[in-house]
């Protein structure tokens, strides 16, 4: 017998080629799908000379909707998208490790369609490691020579995976061809002009996210759930342009909601949308989010659309009370608020992007971790706010080599204006800090280099930074530390930290400085690189994992739980 599924109320055969849902739409959607959009060849035409996506009535757009002239067509898209009649229910996205390969591509179809009542927009990384693979290919190709930039080893790879996927799916090669022979092209641009720019950089990585979609739009008609493929670049998400870290303007979320209501009214189809891309305002080039960028575009979508839920869905059990890899019995924390996921990603966590969680707060619309693995754990749910009167430590976070810096004033007692001075400093040299902890004459900072500097520009950045301080102040330079973020309720930082320096103390461990942030959701102590994993594996044994300690973990199961630890009353 064959297997079936209900979506949007029509039955679709499980793994069936032919698509079923003709009656939602005269218009034939698979030929738009197989080729790749006009927009792309012409910036694939441009991309060994820097060029952009769009020629220049693209740029006036733009333009004009960041400086607001195009207010009735957004108040438009406002309307339409905050009606009963809105087409989309949430946002599902699915990162990488959900897409590694085309048994996984099936499984997260079905998944899709497993949930009758959504009417999702989904979001989709690049498959697998492809972006690391991508970004490997483009720095050998700068070296590498043009006669052998088609045979480096990551092309290669990127190509077989691609084509064994679009292969073992079934689906016609066309979809992805042309990026595949572009990607190879750009590759060769890179050899011969023997430097790969940021901007670049983004282009080159854009591929990934480019044929995801392609081949899932693809599979989805395939099996007759109609699926409309759409570049994020395309489609109204306008950035800033600080290629490979771009943020999302706010022009983005009237336009993204227009282009997708409106397709949806005249040829309804679930839109499958490419993640971590944008397009510059000013360049009008591809840029990228930053390493992870997809949760953000899900949530931007989740914010734009005005949904119900943003759904990331990850390979594992939601977000965990530690880093997995560090802390292997790390369990997943049923609820957390908008600001503790914030800090969670903001100190390291990678489970989410750091700036993701500003759209879903903002409009705020609950967002869902999730196991494409293990669709049945409840994963995380988070939201604005939550019973934090039981909550104490959520998760434990470790960013690994930061720069600690000790700035003593050269000046007496005192001095007005000295902090002011130290920051204009950073604000002058695009410098970002990230823990403060400060006296009336000293100040100790953490800097996080990876953020904002390229790597082979870090010294000569923090010679410019130690050089411009100096005029004002003492300082040291201490590189190769780490912060440990307890994300939790810091109304219970006594506790906390009586339990943490007890653990530090025990493991024979100097904390170098300590902060406790405004958000009252994170404690952040500096401990030298070296020790920082043994300390996090210590803290979790203690905090998660430990009955002898004067805590108790609640129940954790989902509807009623929270992730938490509390005094054993005595
Ligand atoms: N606190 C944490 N909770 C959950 N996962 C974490 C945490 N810290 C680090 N991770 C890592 O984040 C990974 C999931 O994030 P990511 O790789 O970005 O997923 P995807 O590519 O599917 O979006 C997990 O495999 C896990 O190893
Ligand atoms: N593919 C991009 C964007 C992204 O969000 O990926 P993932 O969802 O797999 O973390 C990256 O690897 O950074």
Request: glycine share 6%; net charge negative; hydrophobic share 40%.
């Amino acid at each position: 017998m064959e297997a079936s599924l209900h979506f949007h109320g029509v039955r679709i055969p499980c793994y069936s080629r032919t698509p079923r849902l003709s009656h939602l739409s005269s218009k034939p959607w698979l030929s738009s799908v197989a080729s790749p959009s006009r927009s792309f060849h012409a910036a694939m035409e441009n991309a060994c000379k820097g060029g952009s996506l769009r020629g220049n009535s693209e740029k006036k757009r733009i333009e004009a909707v960041l400086r607001g002239e195009e207010e009735e067509e957004e108040e438009e898209a406002t309307e339409s998208h905050g009606s009963d009649a809105a087409p989309f229910t949430c946002v599902m996205k699915f990162g990488g490790s959900s897409l590694a390969s085309a048994e996984r591509i099936r499984e997260i179809a079905q998944l899709i369609v497993s949930f009758p009542d959504e009417k999702p927009v989904v979001v989709l990384s690049a498959m697998g490691k492809t972006t690391n693979n991508l970004l490997l290919a483009g720095e050998k190709a700068v070296s590498c020579g043009v006669s052998n930039a088609s045979e480096i080893e990551e092309l290669s790879f990127i190509k077989q995976l691609h084509l064994r996927t679009v292969r073992e799916l079934g689906i016609d090669s066309s979809v992805i061809s042309a990026h595949l022979e572009e990607l190879e092209q750009l590759l060769k641009g890179i050899a011969m002009m023997k430097e790969l720019t940021l901007r670049t950089r983004d282009y080159l990585v854009s591929f990934g996210e480019c044929m995801s979609t392609r081949i899932f739009a693809a599979y989805l008609n395939n099996i007759g759930v109609k699926a409309r493929q759409y570049d994020a670049f395309d489609i109204g998400f306008i950035t800033t342009d600080d290629f490979t870290n771009a943020d999302i303007l706010e022009g983005t979320y009237p336009s993204v909601a227009k282009r997708l209501n409106d397709d949806w009214i005249s040829d309804p189809a679930i839109p499958v949308v490419t993640g971590f891309l944008g397009k510059g305002s000013k360049s009008c080039a591809v840029t990228t989010l930053g390493r992870g960028g997809s949760d953000l575009t899900a949530t931007t979508i989740g914010k734009s659309l005005g949904l119900r839920e943003v759904q990331v869905w990850k390979d594992v059990d939601g977000v965990l009370t530690c880093d997995p890899s560090i802390c292997p019995d790390a369990e997943p924390v049923p609820y957390l608020t908008f600001d503790e996921a914030a800090e969670l990603a903001y100190f390291g966590a990678q489970v989410l992007h750091p700036q993701s969680m500003r759209p879903a707060r903002d409009g705020e619309i609950p967002v869902r971790v999730k196991n494409s693995y293990n669709p049945k754990a409840p994963g995380t749910l988070i939201t604005k706010t939550r019973d934090m009167s039981k909550a104490v430590l959520t998760s434990i976070v470790l960013k690994q080599n930061v720069t600690l810096l000790d700035i003593v004033s050269t000046r007496m007692l005192g001095q007005v204006g000295f902090l002011a001075k130290v920051f204009s400093t950073f604000e002058d040299l695009g410098i970002s800090v990230d823990v403060v902890a400060t006296s009336e004459v000293s100040l100790s900072l953490t800097l996080d280099p990876s953020k904002f500097w390229s790597r082979e520009l870090i010294q000569q950045e923090l010679d410019k930074m130690e050089e411009e301080l100096e005029k004002i102040a003492f300082v040291n330079l201490l590189q190769r530390r780490s912060i440990i973020s307890l994300i939790g309720n810091v109304q219970y930082s006594s506790l906390i930290l009586e339990k943490a320096f007890h653990v530090l103390l025990t493991n024979q461990v100097n904390v170098q400085m300590i902060s406790q942030g405004a958000s009252k959701v994170n404690i952040s102590l500096i401990v030298n690189d070296s020790e920082a994993e043994k300390c996090v594996k210590a803290l979790h044994h203690a905090f998660f994992e430990s009955d002898d300690l004067l805590v108790v973990v609640l129940e954790s199961g989902f509807g009623n739980g929270s992730a938490a630890l509390l005094p054993i009353e005595t």
